[in-house]
């Protein structure tokens, strides 16, 4: 008795989809997810529907679909074949359970439309240009010998293609990209070793959008560059660096940006060698801690990397005044720049930055980000140039700037486009300088003035009278700061909106000032306070119940 063959049933529209076991040397679940998602996403597109748990149903038809082999002497179980025959019609699944070939695909653009514009004819079942559209029969095969006139049973409709399983081994390439996009970086080298088809598919461009390639570049491989170059690669940080100089940048077609931080052997020479050519597409350099590179590798950067937005020069000690001139006549379109511990940049090369001698058009106009960290050399000069020539400047870093007073902040004040100031370690900052900040700045989103001894409750009041901070700071960090219960309940009731909370080792600080928080500041979502001895348990639990979404840092 043959089995009946398996149909899409009129009221549902739903196609079924099994999924392929994959290879041990890659994560499963990853592969399936991403199967299942790209399938869906597919079909969805397309008015179908993908529902990954027929996947069992599928099997539990197709084993009783299976003929069973039995002994001569064994009698037939008519009970035991009318419950697999029901089993397998049960399931109406849209696909032949029996038929264990390879899926002939077609665009989808070939299924015939139904008068109601859904691609189900009006039995159920996926026909295709040329096709009889009536329902397909459940029919079973004439025996041998039977007479014409026994044909209780109509003929099966002829080039009926049933919908036979999607595997993910007969999928189209494009598809398999799809999938592989959703994979980690680990899993998409791995499925690109399991075969030639794989590995054609993963190395679609698509498949590596976004990615960094992590390289060390200690002995040569040439099929290192051609690789990446396949791959649509863009991104590049190199871990290690002896050779491979002028391939680094050349051999990667259009690359965007280049991380070579910590490559101590990379010198003045090697440099030129990497950008011995122009590269228009390069907008992203990091140099931190190269520190072997001198003022003219900041020449040859600038002559030959015009369109630079971000430059990061970081611990780069050979770094002088002269060296921020050549940044700033060639690269107008500079928006980040890095120059902490450049210990020996001072007022000068901020003034060269700037273009203070009339340049044209300098790169100062254009920056949004400067860090000037530990740079001892720079004073109240330094500020006032940057207040003057760079009017779009959105972040400063000046922490560890121990010649910066209250004077440059008066400076820094007329910028009205800050929203981030860093004066971490600033010892010679007062109240007086925070009351400028305060008084004359609306914008300010973030203000760090930990460890500055001369900082009490003073600058709370300033902040707390201040009309525009009401509205604008959302973190604040006065860590080791002298400021005690009266200031802080003054800064609650005037900040309310405030998110993040840095008061950690203030030592003056009691559960007055908890309390005060906790009735005041409902946006709170982190406060540090950690080394506050006088603050009781009983009044961090009061403010935890207060304040649902705080999170609490008792520890350093």
């Known amino acids: ?58 099997h539990s038809a197709e084993a009783a679909s299976r003929p069973v082999k039995r002994r001569k002497i064994e009698v037939s179980n008519p009970v035991q074949e009318q419950q697999q025959q029901q089993a397998v019609t049960n399931t109406r699944l849209s696909f032949d359970p029996r038929s264990r070939g390879r899926v002939g695909w077609k665009p989808y653009s070939d299924i015939r439309l139904d008068q ?60 398999l990209s799809m999938i592989f996009e959703y994979l980690d970086v680990q899993s998409k080298g791995r499925v690109a070793q399991v075969s030639c088809r794989w590995r054609d598919a993963a190395y679609k461009k ?17 099929t290192l560059f051609s690789s990446l ?81 971000n430059i990061d020069l970081a611990g780069c000690s050979k770094i002088t005044n002269g060296g921020l001139r050549f940044l700033s006549w060639n690269l107008s379109k500079l928006k980040t720049l890095n120059l902490r511990s450049c210990r ?18 300098p790169a100062s106009l254009s920056l949004q980000s400067l860090s000037l960290q530990d740079c001892q050399k720079l004073s109240d000069d330094s500020l006032r140039y940057i207040s003057q020539k760079m009017p779009n400047l959105k972040s400063i870093n000046l922490s560890f700037c121990v010649s910066v007073t209250d004077t440059g902040l008066k400076s820094l004040a007329k910028i009205a486009s800050l929203e981030e100031i860093n004066l971490r370690s600033c010892d010679n900052v007062s109240d007086i300088g925070i009351g ?43 860590t080791t700061c002298a400021i005690t219960d009266e200031g802080m309940v003054k800064l ?25 928080m906790g009735t005041s500041m409902k946006e709170l979502t982190s406060v540090d306070l950690y080394g506050c001895p006088k603050l009781s348990e009983a009044g961090l639990q009061k403010m935890k119940k207060q304040l649902t979404k705080l999170k609490l840092n008792l520890s350093l």
């Open 1 to 58: 008795m043959a089995s009946p063959e398996a149909v899409a049933s009129s009221s549902s529209t739903a196609t079924t989809a099994s999924i392929a076991s994959v290879s041990s040397c890659w994560n499963p679940l990853s592969v399936q997810a991403a199967y299942d998602m790209a399938v869906y996403n597919l079909l969805a597109y397309n008015g179908l529907f993908y529902d990954p748990n027929l996947h069992s149903m599928y």
């Open 116 to 175: 109601h514009g859904s691609p189900l004819a009006s039995g159920g079942r996926l026909v295709r240009k040329g096709e009889d559209p009536r329902p397909l029969k459940t029919l079973g095969k004439r025996r041998h010998g039977d007479s014409s006139n026994h044909g209780s049973t109509p003929n099966v409709v002829k080039n009926t293609q049933v919908i036979q399983p999607c595997l993910i081994g007969n999928l189209f390439p494009e598809i």
């Open 206 to 222: 698509s498949v590596w959008k976004g990615m960094t390639a992590m390289l060390h570049l200690n002995r040569s491989n040439p």
């Open 229 to 309: 170059a396949t791959k649509g690669i863009k991104h590049v940080q190199v871990l290690s660096l002896r050779r491979n100089y002028r391939e680094l940048v050349q051999g990667v077609p259009n690359i965007k940006s280049l991380n070579l931080s910590g490559c101590y052997s990379l010198s003045d020479a090697n440099l030129d060698l990497t950008f011995s050519k122009e590269v228009l597409s390069l907008t992203s350099l990091n140099l931190s801690l190269c520190k072997e590179l001198s003022d003219s590798s900041l020449t040859r950067i600038a002559l030959k990397c015009p369109n630079l937005e």
């Open 344 to 361: 020996q940049v001072s007022d000068a090369g901020i003034a060269n930055l700037c273009g203070m001698d009339d340049l044209p058009n």
């Open 436 to 478: 400028f900040l305060a008084e004359d700045h609306g914008k300010l989103k973030s203000l760090d003035i930990s460890f500055c001894g001369n900082v009490s409750d003073g600058s709370l009041r300033h902040m707390a009278s201040a009309p525009g901070l009401n509205s604008s700071l959302k973190k604040l960090a006065m």
């Open 492 to 516: 609650a009731k005037n900040l309310g909106q405030l998110q993040e909370l840095h008061i950690g080792q203030c030592v003056k600080l009691s559960d007055l000032s908890l309390e005060a």
